[in-house]
């Protein structure tokens, strides 16, 4: 899948994403430093009845919240960490085996532990209201 969109779209773009993934847990984001990555898993989580605030866990590494019905939706950020054994021991793998999804901004830090099957979230600020976004699964 492959759109472009406009800010005020995003709710519809993260049913979407959901839609076309409907089988897959693991969703690893893929994007420059402001095109939107935690602005799209918040609309995400809104989609799936996250009933905790959202917000970028850039220095907690790992934010844990939960849908209305008790589901844990896991997010993450590897920006701050160096490698594969960083992300080890942030418990991450953990988390990307026991969640009802987790989502991982800046995987390209340790991306060999991503797990089979995950989804591939390619998005890309065209200008300061249109993304453009590819899915690949």
Same mark, same amino acid.
């Given at each position: 899948?492959?759109?472009?969109?406009?800010?005020?779209?995003?709710?519809? =773009?993260?049913?979407?994403?959901?839609?076309?993934?409907?089988? =897959?847990?693991?969703? %690893?984001?893929?994007?420059?430093?402001?095109?939107?990555? #935690?602005?799209?898993? !918040?609309?995400?989580?809104?989609?799936?009845?996250?009933?905790?605030?959202?917000?970028?866990? #850039?220095?907690?590494?790992?934010?844990?919240?939960? #849908? %209305?019905?008790?589901?844990? =939706?896991?997010?993450?950020? $590897?920006?701050?960490?160096?490698?594969?054994?960083?992300?080890?021991?942030?418990?991450?793998?953990?988390?990307?085996?026991?969640?009802?999804?987790?989502?991982?901004? $800046?995987?390209?830090?340790?991306?060999?532990?991503?797990?089979?099957?995950? %989804?591939?979230?390619?998005?890309? %600020?065209?200008?300061? !209201? #249109?993304?453009?976004?590819?899915?690949?699964?």
């Amino acid at each position: 899948m492959e759109i472009e969109y406009s800010l005020n779209e995003i709710g519809e =773009v993260a049913s979407k994403i959901l839609k076309e993934a409907e089988h =897959v847990k693991c969703f %690893a984001f893929f994007a420059e430093m402001g095109a939107g990555k #935690t602005t799209l898993i !918040n609309a995400i989580c809104a989609a799936l009845n996250v009933e905790d605030s959202i917000s970028s866990p #850039t220095y907690s590494i790992i934010n844990e919240y939960r #849908t %209305a019905d008790d589901k844990l =939706v896991v997010h993450m950020d $590897w920006y701050r960490l160096a490698d594969e054994i960083e992300v080890l021991n942030a418990g991450a793998e953990d988390y990307m085996y026991t969640a009802a999804y987790s989502f991982i901004e $800046w995987p390209e830090r340790a991306q060999n532990l991503l797990p089979e099957g995950f %989804a591939r979230v390619e998005l890309e %600020a065209i200008d300061a !209201n #249109t993304r453009r976004i590819k899915l690949v699964i």
